[in-house]
């Protein structure tokens, strides 16, 4: 009887073991022209399904580098950065659909 219990409790521990894996993301990036240059300016990633996940980059002064990156969050982010815009991308038409762009 004793085994029995020990089995018991050894299925019931094993059935609580989790994997610690994340399910998978996919971010949907979207860029946007806002000063109509043919050059991208601002790079939304939202990952679908989420509420205060967004963040995007930002190239305020329209120089080809993103100068800014901003998160969407419960609490709104705004850190300095220093990375190129992307060449030969898709460019969505329209102004972002966030709050703050810059």
């Known amino acids: ?5 020990f089995v018991a409790l050894a299925l019931l521990i094993s059935g609580c073991v989790s994997h610690d894996t994340l399910p998978p993301e996919h971010w949907v990036v979207t860029c946007y022209d806002r ?4 050059i991208v300016d601002f790079e939304l990633h ?3 399904g989420t ?3 967004a963040w995007a980059l930002s190239d305020t002064k ?6 800014v990156r901003l998160k969407f969050g419960y609490a709104f982010e705004r850190e ?3 990375i190129a815009v992307p060449k030969h991308v898709k460019i969505t038409p ?9």
């Open 46 to 48: 939202r990952l679908p």
């Open 80 to 82: 300095p950065v220093s």
């Open 35 to 38: 000063n109509h240059d043919g």
């Open 62 to 67: 329209f120089s080809g580098r993103y100068d």
């Open 94 to 102: 329209g102004k972002p659909p966030v709050f703050a762009t810059r």
């Open 51 to 53: 509420a205060d996940s």
């Open 1 to 5: 009887m004793r085994r029995l219990g």
